[in-house]
């Protein structure tokens, strides 16, 4: 008696397990989403703590981000003359016009971007409003929205 697996037997092992992956794969990105996600929560929430505190102190909102009391997080830079926190896979933003918001945004800066975190500044159009900002306007990035339970804001083109 020859000892072995059939043909029959190897490829319904190979289709369970194509299967598995199918299935397995999409919840895997969205943990992966969600990680990267909620890693750009606290700086974006430290740097508008920051804002509205340098907004008490003197009546405006700063102009640059190197003009709030807050060091960047490890390994990031605040470029000279530029009013952005770069790291390695994302970034941070302070709309210092009329969208008076801090923005963290995974991916490189001027790269396609996966999305991003968006809190509004007490004194704008939308004091304290948390949004899930969608760039790319794919399905993956609509699913993480709505995984985050905020509001999607779609913003195409954006970088």
């Not at 340098?54 to 830079?77: M, Q, R, S, W």
């Not at 995984?147 to 970088?159: L, W």
Request: hydrophobic share 40%.
């Amino acid at each position: 008696m020859k000892k072995g697996f059939t043909l029959i037997e190897l490829l319904v092992v190979v289709l369970i397990i194509g299967i598995l992956s199918a299935v397995a794969l999409p919840q895997y990105h969205t943990a992966v989403d969600k990680a990267r996600f909620a890693r750009l929560m606290p700086v974006v929430k430290a740097l508008k703590l920051a804002a509205e505190t340098y907004y008490l102190a003197n009546g405006t909102y700063p102009t640059a981000i190197d003009e709030l009391d807050i060091a960047p997080p490890a390994g990031c830079t605040i470029p000279a003359g530029d009013n952005a926190i770069l790291c390695e896979t994302e970034w941070y933003d302070l709309k210092k016009d009329s969208d008076l918001n801090v923005a963290g945004y995974i991916g490189k800066r001027n790269t396609p971007l996966d999305g991003g975190y968006r809190v509004w500044l007490d004194h704008s159009p939308y004091p304290g409003k948390e949004q899930c900002v969608v760039v790319a306007d794919t399905p993956r990035q609509h699913r993480l929205c709505k995984t985050v339970g905020m509001e999607t804001v779609v913003s195409i083109g954006f970088k």
